[in-house]
């Protein structure tokens, strides 16, 4: 790559704030844009009957995925992640009647549960957010036996990437690294000034502090709220998802959906961007990412089929995520512990894991 001495001639310009933003934010323009062209060829691929759907798997259960692992061709696996892989954490979901973190914000009141994730409100009103943060705030919580899974398969070499709508960092505490992971709804590992004119970066400790001291954040540069990198409603997801989408998921030779009610778009439509022969795997304690006719065709909302006549390559296995991880981690005869606590005890027991 040359540098500046390469080009005597050329004059350097500072670029402002604004335009990087602009800057940034036509990349994620463009890259959404690819992102719906994809769609649109599918869509026409599966009107006119194009390309082949071949049946990889021999049958459409865990152990039939567990044979398809073990025969050696699956090299490159994907998964995607929701709040249900951390619910034996002991981190709410969001969704759950009665239990779900929306059915349990009254005493913060909001005009309407969604509020305290919409940017315009946490503008306005901080308060409520940071104190939902000091009950959910990474470092209280240990990763279950889900999140080491997923770190298996990366020590087992098979592991892609992992795109997690979790904000709780327990992936990277489970010992997965930055470029294994896609943290499509953000994270609170950093966090920056909200000001376009400043955007000065805060670690994941100067945040803790802040927060556990019931101080609202400030910028100590400008003075400007200081937020979590989490993607809030009215935000925009990073441009690191819509790229790394484009190089894994035509890669894909398997996808593994774990703990997501695949609801919230863009993360549930990833489902359908994988090759039309490779299988997906679904552990949750519903089925999830069906769609009807007409979203299926337009790639909204999934269009797995688990159950029709033309079934031919997705598997629902209903459980937990954790008991699901264990099940099929037995069938691909790894040896594992059955509690996170036990397998957190000594870097050998971390090693005999596998």
Request: hydrophobic share 35%; glycine share 8%.
């Amino acid at each position: 790559m040359s540098d500046a001495s390469d080009f005597p001639n050329q004059v350097e310009e500072e670029v402002s704030p604004e335009e990087q933003e602009q800057s940034e934010d036509s990349s994620e323009e463009e890259a959404a844009g690819d992102t719906e062209m994809d769609f649109l060829r599918s869509l026409f691929s599966s009107t006119l009957g194009l390309g082949s759907a071949e049946k990889v798997l021999d049958e459409l259960t865990l152990a039939g995925v567990a044979r398809y692992i073990n025969g050696g061709k699956c090299k490159n696996i994907v998964c995607m992640v929701g709040a249900g892989i951390s619910t034996s954490a002991g981190i709410p979901d969001f969704r759950s009647p009665g239990t779900g973190l929306y059915a349990n914000l009254q005493k913060y009141n909001l005009p309407y549960p969604e509020a305290i994730f919409q940017i315009d409100y946490f503008k306005k009103h901080p308060e409520p957010f940071f104190a939902l943060a000091r009950e959910l705030y990474p470092g209280q919580f240990k990763p279950t036996i889900c999140h080491y899974f997923i770190k298996m398969l990366k020590d087992q070499g098979l592991l892609r990437r992992c795109y997690t709508q979790n904000i709780d960092t327990l992936e990277r505490v489970a010992g997965l690294q930055g470029e294994d992971l896609i943290e499509a709804h953000g994270t609170f590992y950093t966090s920056h000034c909200v000001s376009f004119c400043c955007r000065k970066e805060y670690t994941l400790d100067w945040m803790k502090e802040k927060i556990f001291a019931d101080a609202i954040p400030k910028c100590e540069k400008c003075g400007s709220l200081v937020k979590p990198d989490i993607v809030f409603f009215g935000e925009s997801l990073p441009s690191r998802f819509f790229t790394s989408v484009k190089q894994d998921f035509p890669r894909c030779d398997l996808l593994i959906v774990m703990g997501t009610s695949l609801q919230v778009q863009p993360f549930a439509s990833l489902v359908s961007r994988v090759p039309k022969s490779c299988p997906r795997l679904l552990i949750n304690m519903e089925k999830a990412g069906e769609a009807g006719p007409m979203l299926g065709l337009l790639g909204f909302g999934g269009g797995m089929d688990f159950d029709s006549d033309k079934a031919y390559r997705d598997v629902a296995h209903i459980s937990t995520c954790d008991d699901g991880c264990l099940a099929l981690a037995e069938l691909l005869g790894w040896k594992v512990r059955h509690s996170p606590a036990e397998f957190l005890s000594s870097p050998q027991e971390r090693s005999d894991l596998i």
